[in-house]
């Protein structure tokens, strides 16, 4: 395929399909949903055989200079109001469930964002194989060499 140009991921992928340069791309749910409010020709599917599962969170190293400043970073996170003021900035799903009253109902809605269990069903975090995933990035430089 001509239009075929190899793997690029993240936010380069999502301005690849804004511009109309790229057919299709590999991105965040968050990052698809910004592309198609710049482009209505964007779109976000789930494939049929499912995807990968992802999560964020904070955490505070056993070194860390101030623990007391990063507990209270978190806790300020975790208020339902500031937590529902940064989903609806990022439009990634809250894992709060105090915070769910407060979302922006359209995007509560959006199965982009929160997906209905059938579509969590096929859903899977990726795991840390050990030395296995090695295996993994052979295969992925090999896929992205061509």
């Known amino acids: 395929n001509p239009r075929f140009l190899g793997?690029?991921?993240?936010?380069?992928a999502k301005n690849?399909?804004?511009a109309g340069t790229a057919t299709y791309a590999v991105v965040y749910n968050g990052d698809a949903l910004k592309a198609a409010d710049e482009n209505k020709n964007v779109g976000f599917v789930v494939p049929k055989e499912g995807?990968?599962?992802?999560?964020?969170?904070?955490?505070?190293?056993?070194?860390?200079?101030?623990?007391?400043?990063?507990?209270?970073?978190?806790?300020?996170i975790l208020d339902a109001r500031i937590?529902?003021?940064?989903s609806n900035f990022n439009?990634?799903?809250t894992p709060n469930k105090a915070a769910l009253p407060f979302i922006n109902p359209a995007d509560r809605k959006n199965p982009a964002i929160y997906p209905d269990a059938a579509t969590m069903a096929k859903l899977?975090?990726?795991l840390d194989?050990?030395?296995d995933t090695r295996l993994y990035d052979e295969v992925?430089?090999?896929?992205k060499s061509r």
């Open 7 to 12: 793997f690029e991921g993240g936010v380069g």
């Open 16 to 18: 690849r399909l804004v």
């Open 51 to 76: 995807a990968a599962l992802f999560l964020d969170n904070l955490a505070i190293p056993a070194r860390a200079p101030n623990p007391q400043a990063a507990h209270q970073f978190i806790n300020f």
């Open 83 to 86: 937590g529902a003021q940064l």
């Open 91 to 93: 439009r990634y799903a």
């Open 124 to 126: 899977e975090f990726v």
């Open 129 to 131: 194989l050990g030395r």
């Open 140 to 143: 992925w430089t090999a896929v």
